[in-house]
């Protein structure tokens, strides 16, 4: 019993959060509230899911917040001109600077954390000087023409629901029914046996950070269109609960075991962590310190200790 509770407790955890939540307040159990609260997590959860490959192989990306907020500029004042090679555009942005993160970690060795740090610090003075440092407005029409649809509902079901099934479908075929899947997987848990069993280990950590660079640059186009604008700082504050996300669905930091639909169980619990704190009158200003206490928590209890010989 102890052994099925600990391999399921991000079930149990949501399920668990999402009853004492209703307790609190009865309409939180309400079927419409609840398909409205998975729809506004999207761009929130497809950010996570970039990052479930850079975590997953033993990694972080901290450039995702960054990279969303260039690309809301960036979606913002071309849309008009590029119609939906908007899309393609920023996430082919994304892979780019992702990739040059991973490069930076395998060419020079540095730790990618500092990398992607470093290429996040790029995105925000690039996202600072497209804007003049200011807030931009998205092109209502070409908005509505294009991707009006992703803002309306099909049934009491909101379309961005759909956007983030797909994401999360595809996500879910590279992690399990593709080469690099399985590459990711063997990189994450033992990174020296992959390496000596001829994988090139430097291209599996490259394609990781591109992916996760994409993932949060499409996030970001998402982002935009919701509230048909972007600025340099519109998305910060989504970085700490996209990691929480991550690592109480069970993705260590580790690596090797986790994924994306770990991930999305994880996005759903900081949905509802999200949502108690406004049941329950928690201030704006105290919510990014819940959510590091969260992390704290999830990385005490998720993290492979038999990886670690020593922590500095």
């Known amino acids: 019993m102890r052994d099925i ?11 668990t959060l999402v009853i004492l939540v209703g307790l609190v307040d009865m309409n939180f159990w309400n079927i419409e509230s609840l398909l409205i609260l998975m729809g506004d997590i999207v761009p929130l959860f497809i950010m996570a ?6 975590i997953y192989i033993g990694g972080i990306d901290l450039s995702a917040q960054s990279m969303a907020n260039m690309i809301t500029v960036i ?25 040059i993160s991973g490069l930076i970690t395998t060419r020079f060795l540095v ?8 290429i996040g610090g790029v995105c925000y003075s690039l996202a600072q000087w497209l804007s003049g440092n200011r807030a931009l407005y998205m092109n209502s029409e070409s908005r509505d023409a294009l991707f009006g649809w992703m ?9 961005t629901i759909f956007v983030g099934a797909f994401v999360f479908v595809i996500a879910l075929l ?30 599996v950590k490259v394609l990781a950070f591109a992916l996760s660079g994409g993932l949060a640059a499409l996030a970001g186009v998402i982002f935009s269109i919701k509230l048909s604008g972007g600025a340099p700082s519109i998305a910060n504050g989504f970085l700490l609960p996209a ?57 005490v209890f998720t993290i492979d200790r038999s990886k670690l010989s020593i922590v500095k």
């Open 243 to 299: 990691i929480v996300a991550v690592l109480v669905g069970g993705t260590p930091l580790t690596g090797g075991v986790g994924g994306v639909v770990n991930t999305l169980v994880g996005t759903m619990i900081v949905a509802v962590i999200r949502s108690s704190m406004l049941y329950l009158e928690v201030a704006a200003t105290h919510q990014q310190m819940v959510f590091g206490i969260v992390l704290i928590i999830a990385i």
């Open 174 to 203: 590279i992690e399990r029914r593709s080469s690099l899947g399985r590459q990711l997987k063997a990189v994450g848990s033992a990174e020296l046996a992959a390496s000596a069993s001829g994988l090139l280990v430097p291209r």
């Open 5 to 15: 509770l600990k391999s399921n407790y991000h079930w149990v955890t949501l399920f």
């Open 151 to 159: 803002l309306s509902s099909t049934g009491i079901v909101p379309n």
């Open 49 to 54: 899911l970039g990052l479930t490959f850079a």
């Open 111 to 118: 730790p990618s954390f500092i990398s992607t740090l470093a």
């Open 75 to 99: 979606a913002s004042l071309y849309l008009a001109t590029l119609g939906l090679w908007i899309v393609p555009v920023c996430f082919l942005v994304g892979v780019i600077l992702g990739g």
